[in-house]
Structures are given as structure tokens and as C-alpha cells.
């Protein structure tokens, strides 16, 4: 169990710093005027590209991909990297080409895709010259029990046909999200766990509609592509766009739901770690009765629990990171578990007081603390509410003493 | 400490109740979509009026105000009326004419206003003819201490001059909203609780700029005029704009705390019933692993908790109101700040439970669950933050036992 | 719904805190120094049977009991008296004749006793001669579902057998305790709510042994007879001793708990007053750093928030006993459930928070602090546990949605 | 940042998983009946020395203290060994010779005793003949400010003399407590941190009194010593008695503090992880409504979030212990106070909830919660209160922004 960095990451950990410090966070406020400035509503400002660029040529790039297609990097390597990108989550992820969901939908076709599917989708996802999504949640189920999902795939000659009702499908919006990773029902009649299958709709194909942007706490997040509802109506599409063999959909989303999983509570600790960094500054630089906020016993008490909580919280995420690496996601099931249900939570805390130290400020766009914190708040429900991780959790701690 | 509902809240809850079904409820459907379809993008959608118009035949109107000007009820009277407006907080209050910050700005002028001032802005206030501003918060201090206002409001022969910039000015993004009521600082050299004033500063007036809309939680608020950052340049105004007397503005702001915060209490509450039934509603109706969720534990604790919680809430608002009517706010001061305190957490918690019921969709605006939850969430800054009045209530607490 | 007290509250409030200043206060280091001199080291030291004498003196006695039996106070006229009591829990319920179990025992025969019972047992437990004890929970089953009481009552010829084990009978230990309100299973067949029955044991009855005392976080409770495990071994009793019918059992229980559980509460709140006021004085009586400890902004946050806290929890008890005797018990089971509920955590926050405030000696025997919240604690197991009781109220809630 | 056991650590943790297996748990029983038992009420029970003498046999001695006078762990190493002993608390830390305050006080004597002073009190302590007793808190001020301390430390010759009153003065009821290390002020008028030295002072020495055994939460610990209040009057001892230099007292409490937080840590991560244990085993174990307790969905979130607080907890105090091993005690400031915020908090979360699962039980003498939980809940008061380390962990994080 040894969390230190070793020299590769102590090398990128270097580079991506002074990335950060030279092109991220100069450019924040740029791409906040440039967002005011677009034509097309759901389209990441230029900004973006050039950032992208920029990263690439300093090999910034594909690190959350293991394996020949990617950086090649452990979990334990990526962890501390993707920390930092979390620390201006709207342009550090996306310009490392590390921004969800491509990184899961990468994954996916790295692991399962054929070579034919790996070359159509895979490359030009791995060279950021499209985006795309992945379309499992449904708005008339209770998504969080996967067998409730609804959407239908079936089979008709060399085609499958879809039909179906998606919502919070992030990323859609954006036309340059060119394909669609689909999960719906194959075999409805089959044991639960083997009803399912993943097939790939490409933007365009007839019958696909993207209906409309849905909010986030009054967040449209068009600047990474929104989170579209989404009609498939008769979407037909050749047999070859099926993922494995039908009813591997529920094992190509567990597959694919651990690594995810763990990037965002990487990120999310850079976000907490920018919050704390916030509420010191402000509370320093403002007064009141004669005295600066720093100074009070309650503000003090917010940033001593915010530093106790962040460094239990990033332990235990560098242990699940090295237990994946080593033993492998199975392996590492309570751990990935218990990272989706405390990070949340403790970065959500965190967030609070920091807008709360900043005044009415903390809730608008002039800080980027509210935002954060919309998006912070859905991870208690991304991949699974919170409640169902915790039952299965107990249920293995009561399995021992059964 | 009676708190039974008299004759004359009982005629009038009924009539309250049956205009909710058969006009609020059925109004707020067509309320989203008129947004959608706005050309003035700060502008309340047309069936507003028509609910007013609606409203005032009905007599319900002005019920917030006290007096001859207003409707004639008591906070205890309104407490419960107030409660049933706040079920749809984007409606009720502003049909029955019953929104801030026109409320507060209409008891300051029926308070403190001169003949003239009241007959060219309260008047059309009371009528629901135009809308109004109150613009005490300012971007670049702690507000928290009122001492930090630094905007100015100079003497200057027969006019008085103001320099500064405000932010988080509600309402003021709407053209309908045709007065501003300004704090400043009048004599920054006299004692502390007698430098500020408050000036009426009508739209239009050369040297004022309503800047741009500041954002709550990615809400613009459009519907009721938004939240400007406003900028006072040589703002020039004749001398009889001046509320009472120079020196008066603490006072006349700590007069006009007292109602506001039990107003915003009040709907609260109602907004916490709301979240309890949509939970309760969205929990039986859905389900997961066969059953229906309403019947996991972890559910009914939740509403269990909601419930424990408002009733105690309630019952405290209710107090609170009794207490004003019968020994005035300087009396209540402890309950006005412990309800301050108490609220916004408690519904803040109601309401994040019912959004996790209610999985993706309660981030949406499919639900106003939401959008609600934000607009909660800046009680604790409104009127100063709860961190302020906590300290206030300890040391009165404290002095007891000195 | 009218809180406010009457004329005979106002008088007996008047009397009462005369004598908790003139008699129970001071009482309080004698009866802890006569605690350590004590012979039988699980009776009640002689101070109290003077305070008694001297309560009923003045009149303040049996306050806890409705109609011609007691003192015939309305629940809300008691209400404020037992808070007042509450701030010295050891002393100043016994010394009024209002301490549990006693309280619960004399309602039960009051309300459900022969004649002959009432003689021979409410009347000397009336006039505080007697102490009396309520055998309810047992060591092997879950007692919070009470079909799950096992300990059987089999009619024989005349008499009932009694075989079973029991414990935490509160005042068990106590020789003055001379009756036991045994709650067993007469007809395991009958439906789940018929097959429980109430029966009259008295202390000597052959097979009857009071094993030991149980311990609460390491208090014995001995000045109050401690909690005892009782065995019940062919225990033969009249059958005239039977409470009510066969079948009553479950049905006596509810009856007794709606009071009960109030008066628990009510005497809670009174605890929960009297540490806010320890912690007042012991804040403003100590310095650290140069300033006294109450000037800190953590201890007073925990002090505001323990006013805020304790005003509405008061309210709903008061909301609750005006229920109680306005539309009955079965009228007010959400809100008995409800201050079930909030009573013990609002109140376990607060003494926590007041021992804090305390530094080690709050957990000693030299302030009551640490006892107060053993005391307090046990209360989210009294009658039920807490879970079991927002389950029930959940249900409730859902029930209208239904 | 390496967590794993190496192989010592490995070998270590078998032996003494054995020994908690074949000798500690089944200790626990007679070491209760023993208890009750004893002549000497302050006394331990003779299996405990028996235990030491089996311990010490297998090699399991002294783990605690670093360099050639004890077993030469590291603080890693001695992490998971101290976590084990943590699961049965009154026994295994004691068999070891690894139980507070003799730990302590064997490091201080290892640190900065003359040959004399070890030779005469830290050999027959490393040999678990004697015990020891470090005296600092005092009655009557707020220690948690050490220049409140006020005992008296004078030189007068040959001798100091020593003159003031201390309590929760572990240990000191036993009669085997042989020697006390005093700290009081030498020079009132030095600088703050140069006023306080430390002494020793061998029980019998005249004028020394053991005066009465405070509690916590109505326990003695008689089994481990109690917590004594202890009278100095005028107290000579020679001047040879004194540790290091006069006004080291302040440094010489530091560097005891640092492994006296991890050991506490530790130990309570144990007592954690044997509180799940019991949680589950006991909710398997019984059944309400007709299932066990265990399938309620509010128990499993409390196992589940006690495995994830356990997680996080564990991985910041091995964290720290890494750290005092690398960079020693001043390096791992924060995280030392971190462990020392975090851990009571988490352990006293967990226990209430297992006692909650107990019912009545838990809180009872039958089952180890309740006394487990009075005994963590002090921790949040030994060596100084959380809110002073918050305050300091605060002041060093805005520090790096000023």
C-alpha cells in the first residue's frame, strides 16, 4: 500500500502544474467572456481547442486510459494528475482530453470494442476531434435498479432497432458529439443481469432526437454539451454496432462504472482543495466590525474540519486507486463504493461554507463555488444514488458474520 | 399565546386554498412555457397579471401589509396565508401582490414615506402597477456589517448625489420595476448606527446603470426581475427623495428586517410541504427491486424527519408572529433571529432529501424542487448571514447570566 | 390551539419555582452527600422523603395526574411545571410525587383498576408511600416489536402463573418499590394485538427475584431504585390481580405511553434550559488566551443554537399537550411521536455542547452534566425506539398520498 | 507514503491475533467477574497480570516505545498492533505494557531522564511492575490554555516544593501508581512557554494527597486506576527529581503529546471496527415485524457509513504515523491534530450507533458499547479540547495565504 509518487508522476505532476499555472487558469476568465460570446449555444468556447493543443504537445494527454491507447498510466499514477485538472474542472479535464464522459465511453471501446468500431469512434476520440455520450438514464424509470430500463434494441435482420426515452445524457448537445453508446433492453425474458446490451448510434442516424438541454440547479452546462433528453424513435442502426455479444450490457457498465467512478472523486478532491484555497483568501481579505472573517472562531472552524475531511477523503481514494491497480476493480468493489458515498458529501460541505464565507458573491457567476457545487450535488445520484451503494455495501459487512 | 386561526383567517385560508387549486396550481404549466416564449427576457410572463387581476377580485391582496394601505391583518393572521402562497413560490406571492422586496419597500414607504412619496410610489406599489427595488448590498464589502456601505449619498444644494455600486438588487432587471430604494452613507463621520440613509432613486434617472444580472445557483430569476448589479454614478435626485432623516437609514433597514424575515419564513414553510408531498407522491409511485420506494427505510426516514422538523419550524414562525403583534419586533428580536436561522436549513434539508427521491430529475426543471432548494439557500446570507445573528442571539443570551 | 398559561398555571408556576429556589436547589449538595452515606445502597437518601412532605405541603403534588385521583391539570397546564421540574431531575419530580414509573403506574389504575386495586395500590402510591415498578422490556427478544414478548401469564384455577425474564424495570431495586405492573402473554394464539395482558405483582410473591441492577453508561440510578433484572419464576398471583381484561395488554400500554412520553419530554426541555445556563456561566467564568471562553465564536454558536433549537421543540411539546387534551392521544399520535423523536437528540446536542463548554469536568459527578445525558440518552430507546417510531409516522404521512 | 506491513509487522500481528484469540477475548468475561470481586476497589483483577505475563512471554511488550528501551517499533509498525489491542480495550493494551499514561510517561523518562530516573522508574515500568500517573489538568482553571496551569513548582534548597490540585489524574487510585510526573510553574514571570517544568514525585511522599476518584459518565475505570483529584500541599522532593531543565515543562508535554494522540488513535480504530462487529452480529441476530433487524434499511446506512468513516479514519492516522516516522512529530503537526479532531468524532458516531442496535442493552453493563463510548467521548477534552486544535490546525492553513 504506497501511495508516493513515483518518478513518472512526479514528472507529470511537474509539467501539468506549470500547464496549470501558464494556460489554465489564465484562461478561465477568458473562456467565461468567450462563453457570453458564442454563436452556437452548446459548443465549448475556442478557447477550449487551444488549450487542448497546448496540453497535447506537452504530452498532457489520454492519461486516464490505461493501456497501449492511452498514457498508459496506473490509477495511482493518474490520481494526483487528475486532482489537479479538478482544480478548474471546466478546462483542465477537457484540455487533458480527460473529460467525462469520452474517458468512460473510451474505455468501453478500448476493452470491448472491435477493430472496426476501435478505428470508426475510438481514435478520434482519443484525438479530441470528436465528443460523445452515453445514454443509459431514463426518465420515466428508476434508473438506479438497472433492471427498471426500458429502451428496447431489437434485433431485425442485420439491423437493431431502438426505440426508447433517455434523459441528463450529458455531452449531447454539442454537435460535435458525434456518437452515442445506447444501453437498452436486448432480451427482456433473460435472467435480469443478462437483459441488457450496448450498441453505438451515431449522431444523425434518422429517428435519433435530441429534444432538449436539461438543467442542473439552473446550470445548462452547454459548455461541455449539456445534459440532453433524447428520443429514439425507430433508430436503426447495422448489427455491427452492437457492443460484445447481447446481454453484456450490464457487465460493460459495471466495467466501465469503477474507473469513472474514481475520477470524479479525484477531481472532486481538486475541488474541494480550490474551495479551501478560496475561503482562506476571502476570508483574509475581507472585514467586518473591525476585524478580518479570518479571525472568526467559526470561520476557523469550517477550514480546520475542510482540511480534516479532504485528507481522510484523498487517502482512501489513493487506496482504492492502488487496489485497483493491484487486485483489480472487483477486488476494490468496497472501496469504489465507499468513495462514490463520502465524496459527495464531504466536497458538497466544503463547498458550502466556502460560498457562505464569500457572501451573496458565492452564489454567482463572478466565483466559480456555486457551479462546483451543482455539480458536486449530482454525484449523489451519478451512477446510482448513494442509498444503493450503501445497501450493497452493508450487506457484504453483514455477509461476514452470516 | 393563542395561535388558532380566527374567523377572519379562516374565510380568508378558504378562499386562499380554492384560488390555489382552481388558479395557482393550474397556472404554473403555462407559466414555464410563456417563459420560454418571452421576448424581454426580465419580464414576469403574462398570466401573471392575469393571476393578479384574479387575485385582487377575490380580495386576496396586499395581505402583507398592516394598516390602512394593506389588507389589515396581523402576522399572525397572514402567518398561515403566507405559508399556503409559498406551495407555489413563483406565483401566489406576486398574484395576491405579496412578493418582495415590493413588500418591504411598500412598508417603508407607508412608514416613513411622506405624503408626496407615498402618493407617487406607494400607490402604484399597493396596485401592483409597478415594481420596486431595495439596493443595500454591495459587491465589494462584508454587508454582514452595515458599517462597511460605501456608497454616498452627498447633499448637494436642493439634490442629493450618489456614488456607488450595488449588486444583488432583486427585481431590478425588470422594467416594471420603476424605484429604487438606495442605502448610503450620508455623514461618514458620524456614530456608526447614524451615517446611512435611504434615498428613493426612480428608473431612468441619468447615472444609473442596471449593469447585468447576477445568478444564483445558474437561476437568472427572470420571472421576477432578477438580481442586477447596479452602478450609481452622479446619480442626482432632489433632496425631498430622502426617506425620513439623514441619519434614519439603520434604522428604517432594521424596521424593515422584521416583517421581511418572517415573510420569507412563512413561504418557506410552505415550500417545505410542498417538497414533503412531492416526495411522498414520487416515492409511491415509483419503484425499484419490486417494490415501491416509499418503502425502504432510509425513505421513511426522510419524511418522518421532514415532518418532525417543520412542525417544530411552524410552530416557531408562528410565535414569532404572535410575538410581533402583541409586544412588537424590538420584543420578538430573539425569535425573528432564531427563526432566521432556523429556516433555511431545515427546508435546505427537506428539500435536498425530496430531490434525492426524486433521482435525476430532481436537479431539473421539470421539477421546481430545485430551483426552490436555491432560492432557500440564499436565506442564509439575506438580511445578513445566519453566522451574524447567531453571535448576536449568544450575547444577548449571555448577558442574561453577567 | 391557545399556549398561553392560565390563571392556576400562573399561581402553581408562582409556587413552584419559589420552592425549587427556596428548597430544591439547595437540596441538591445534600443529596448527593447523603447519597455517599447511604446503608441500603439502592434507596433514596432521607432528604427526599423531607421535600416531599414540604411539596405537598404547598400543594405541589400529583401534578401528572388528570381527574379526581391527581391534582386534575390539564396536560398543558402541566406541561410548564414538569419543565420546571426538569431542572432538577433527581429531586424535584419526586419530590411533587411525578416520577416515572410511578406516574405511568398510577394512570394505569386509575384508569383501568378494580376498585379494590385502586385501594390497595394507586392510594399508597398517591400519597408517595409506595414506589412502583413497570415490567415491560426483555433481555432476550427485541422488545421494540411487543409481539415479541415472550414471558407468559397462564391462568390456573384461580390464579395466574406468571414465568418470564425482564429488565431495566426502573425502581426494581428499591425496597419502598412494592408493586409491579407485569406485561406478559396470556393467549400466544389470539390475534398479535390480544395477546398481551397487564397483572398486579406484588414484591415478596414467591418466585418473584430482582437479580441486579442494570447499569446506564455506568450510573446505577440507585437514588431512584435503579433498573432492575427481575426473573419470574411460577410467580402465583390472584386472579383478581389481572388488569382490565385478557387481551388488555397491548391496548393498556398505548394508553399509558402518550403521557409518558410527554412528560419525559417536557421535564427534558427543562434539562435542556438548565445547561444552556451552566454552559452560560462556565463560559463567562473562564478565560483562555487572555479572554473568557464565552467570547469564542464556536461557543457561541453552540449557544444560539441551542436556544433556537430548544424554542421549537418546546412549542410542539406544548402543540402536543394541548392536543392531547383537546382531541385526545389518538388525536395526537404524530405529534407524540414527533417529540418522541426530537426530544432526546435537540437534547443529547445540547448537553453534549454543555460538557464540552465544561472541559472534564463536565463529564464528572461534579456537575450533572454527564448524568443528565445518560439520561437523556436512554430516552431514544424508552417506549419504543426511535426508528420503530418514524417508521410508524412515515407510514402515516405516505397514507394520505395513497 | 508506504502503508504496508512489512514483514515484523506482519509477524508481530500474527502473534498477537493469536493471543487476542486464544487468551484476550476470552479474558474479558472472568476479568468482569473479577471485578466484582476484588477487595482493593481500585485494584486490577489478577487475570490482568497474568495476561502481562503471558504477553510478554510471546514478545509482545513495549511495542509502543521506540529505540533500544522497548520493543523499537516504528509508528507504522506499531499502528495495526495498537488497532488490535483497540478491540478489547481494558485488556489487551495493559498485557502489552502498552497502556496510558505509563506509555507516556516511559517516553518522557526514555527522552529526558537522568540515568537515576530511569534506572529508579522507567526499568520497573518497561517491566510492567509498577505503574505511573502524569498529573497536568487542573480543577480550577481552563487548562486547555497551559499558562492557566498553576500549581506551583519552587526551589528552595536542595528541593522544590510543590503546592496546588490536580485532577482526572489517570491511574493515580491504584495502589501500584509509584510515581507521579508533575507539571506546575517554576517561574511565573518567564516567558509564556518557559514557565512550566515537570517533576517527579513518588507516591508516599508527605503532603501528597490521593484524595478522590473522579468519573466519566458515571464510570470509575477502577479497573485501570480511576481518575484521581490529587492534593499537593507544600510537597518537597529533591531537586535531582526535576526532568531536564526548569521551563522544559512545556516542550517535554509536547513531545509527549504526539504518540499519546496516534496510540489513542489507534487503539479507538479498534474500538471501532469491534463496534461494527458487534452492530451486525447483533442485528442478525434479532427480529422485529418478522425479519431480521439487520434488513432495515436505516441499519444498514449505519454499517455502511461506519465502513467509510473507518476507511478514512485508519488511512490519515497510518498517514500520520508515517510521517512521525519520516519527518518526524513537528512534520506531522497538522496530521497529528487532525487524527486527534477526527477520531472521537467518527468512533463516538459509530458506537452510538451500535448501541442503538443493542437496544437497552447497549447502553448496559452486559455489553462493552456504552463504556467504550464514555471513555472515547473524553477524548475530545484529553490533551486540550478539539476546538483548541481546530482553531491552531485553522491558523496554520490561512497562514500560507497571508
Not at 245 to 274: N, T, W, Y
Request: proline content about 6%; overall charge negative; some cysteine.
Amino acid at each position: 500500500m504506497d501511495f508516493a509518487f513515483d518518478a513518472r508522476t512526479e514528472e507529470l505532476r511537474g509539467t501539468l502544474l506549470e500547464f496549470m499555472d501558464s494556460h489554465i487558469y489564465p484562461a478561465e476568465p477568458v473562456f467565461d467572456e468567450q462563453l457570453e460570446q458564442r454563436t452556437d449555444p452548446w459548443s465549448a468556447p475556442p478557447i477550449v481547442d487551444e488549450l487542448k493543443a497546448e496540453a497535447r504537445k506537452r504530452g498532457l494527454w489520454n492519461f486516464f486510459l490505461p493501456g497501449e491507447h492511452g498514457a498508459g498510466l496506473t490509477n495511482l499514477q493518474y490520481a494526483p494528475l487528475a486532482e489537479i485538472t479538478g482544480r478548474s474542472p471546466h478546462l483542465a479535464p477537457i484540455a487533458l482530453n480527460c473529460a467525462a464522459p469520452d474517458t468512460g465511453n473510451m474505455e468501453v471501446l478500448a476493452m470491448f470494442g472491435t477493430e472496426q468500431q476501435r478505428k470508426q469512434w475510438l481514435q478520434p476520440l482519443l484525438d479530441g476531434e470528436i465528443r460523445s455520450a452515453f445514454a443509459m438514464t431514463e426518465p420515466d424509470v428508476a434508473s438506479s435498479d438497472a433492471r427498471n430500463i426500458s429502451t428496447s434494441i431489437k434485433r431485425d435482420g442485420d439491423s437493431y432497432v431502438i426505440n426508447g426515452r433517455k434523459f441528463y445524457i450529458t455531452g449531447a448537445m454539442n454537435p460535435k458529439c458525434q456518437i452515442f453508446i445506447v444501453m437498452g433492453k436486448t432480451d427482456p425474458d433473460a435472467e435480469p443481469h443478462r437483459q441488457q446490451s450496448q450498441i453505438l448510434v451515431p449522431r444523425g442516424t434518422p429517428g435519433l432526437t435530441v429534444e432538449r438541454g436539461m438543467k442542473v440547479f439552473g446550470y445548462d452546462d452547454s459548455s461541455h454539451g449539456g445534459h440532453a433528453e433524447v428520443v429514439f424513435d425507430n433508430v436503426r442502426v447495422p448489427a455491427e454496432n452492437l457492443i460484445a455479444e447481447e446481454g453484456d450490457g450490464f457487465a460493460i457498465a459495471q466495467a466501465r462504472l469503477g474507473p469513472g467512478r474514481i475520477h470524479h472523486c479525484m477531481r472532486s478532491i481538486g475541488v474541494a482543495e480550490r474551495a479551501v484555497e478560496m475561503m482562506c483568501r476571502r476570508t483574509l481579505g475581507r472585514s467586518t466590525f473591525g476585524r478580518p472573517i479570518a479571525d472568526q472562531g467559526v470561520v476557523q472552524d469550517w477550514i480546520a474540519e475542510s482540511r480534516v475531511r479532504i485528507e481522510q477523503l484523498r487517502l482512501l481514494v489513493l487506496k482504492t486507486a492502488w487496489l485497483m491497480d493491484t487486485v483489480g476493480n472487483r477486488g476494490a468493489h468496497t472501496e469504489i463504493q465507499s468513495i462514490k458515498i463520502a465524496t459527495p458529501l464531504t466536497v458538497e460541505w466544503i463547498l458550502d461554507k466556502a460560498i457562505q464565507a464569500h457572501g451573496a458573491g458565492g452564489l454567482s457567476q463572478d466565483f466559480p463555488l456555486a457551479e462546483m457545487w451543482a455539480s458536486i450535488r449530482t454525484l449523489r445520484f451519478a451512477d446510482g444514488p448513494d442509498e444503493v451503494h450503501k445497501r450493497s455495501l452493508a450487506r457484504r459487512e453483514l455477509r461476514q458474520y452470516k
